[in-house]
């Protein structure tokens, strides 16, 4: 159910309310509520994007991790023959 609310509004907000995609938004309510609903998107997006930034540093993390790892035990390793077994045949090779 709507309820009806009075908010004074800088000159330059009417005036982007005033000058609004008319045949896409016929009255100001219309133009209002789609505005704020869009802020709330945005909103919610923003959060969303900062979990999976936080989430690829992690990934970042473990991948280098895991390659400052295969970095040792590769480097560890006395003989080529115990390199090869660890690591396979070069794709080149395989076919």
Do not use: C, W
């Amino acid at each position: 159910m709507a309820r009806q609310k009075h908010f004074r509004l800088p000159d330059d907000v009417l005036e982007r309310i005033n000058h609004r995609d008319k045949e896409m938004y016929p009255t100001e309510n219309v133009y209002i509520t789609e505005a704020v609903r869009n802020f709330f998107k945005k909103e919610e997006t923003e959060n969303v994007m900062d979990k999976l930034e936080d989430i690829q540093d992690k990934l970042d993390r473990i991948e280098k991790k895991l390659e400052e790892d295969a970095g040792k035990k590769y480097s560890s390793f006395s003989s080529d023959a115990e390199k090869k077994e660890l690591y396979g045949k070069p794709d080149f090779l395989k076919y």
